[in-house]
C-alpha cells in the first residue's frame, strides 16, 4: 500500500512563507493516470482543494490562493511540494497531499496532513 507522507508545516507569520512537501513510500502504479493535489481543512468544515495538477501536466488553484501559492511535483523522487507565500491568517488549516484517477477504478490516497498556522 503506498503511503503520502507530508511534511513542513508549522507556525508562520502573516506575510510569510511555507513550502509543504509530500512524499510517497513508492510509485504509483499507473502514476500517469492520476491527478495530484493538495487539500486543507479546518474544524467543522470540508476538505477544499488548494491546487491540483491535472493529467497533462496544467495546475488549478483555488481563487484564495492564485498568485500566492505554487504546486508543483518531482516525479522522480515521488514528491509533491505545494509553495506557499504570502500566508494569511485564513490559512491556517490542516492541509492533505491527495492521489486520485480522475476516471475512477482506481485506489485513491491521502496523506496523514500536516498543520499550518498563520499567526502573528
Known amino acids: 500500500q503506498v503511503q503520502l507522507v507530508e511534511s513542513g508545516g508549522g507556525l508562520v507569520q502573516p506575510g510569510g512563507s511555507l513550502r509543504l512537501s509530500c512524499v510517497a513510500s513508492e510509485s504509483i502504479p499507473a502514476d500517469h493516470l492520476y491527478e495530484w493535489g493538495w487539500y486543507r481543512q479546518t474544524p467543522g468544515t470540508l476538505r477544499n482543494s488548494v491546487a491540483v495538477?491535472?493529467?497533462?501536466?496544467?495546475?488549478v488553484y483555488a481563487d484564495a490562493v492564485k498568485g500566492r501559492f505554487t504546486i508543483s511535483r518531482d516525479s522522480a523522487e515521488n514528491t509533491l511540494f505545494l509553495q506557499m507565500d504570502n500566508l494569511r491568517p485564513e490559512d491556517t488549516a490542516v492541509y492533505y497531499c491527495?492521489?486520485?484517477?480522475?476516471?475512477?477504478?482506481?485506489?485513491?490516497?491521502w496523506g496523514q496532513g500536516t498543520r499550518v498556522i498563520v499567526s502573528s
Open positions: 491527495h492521489a486520485e484517477s480522475p476516471g475512477g477504478g482506481l485506489p485513491k490516497y
Open positions: 495538477i491535472r493529467r497533462g501536466g496544467r495546475s
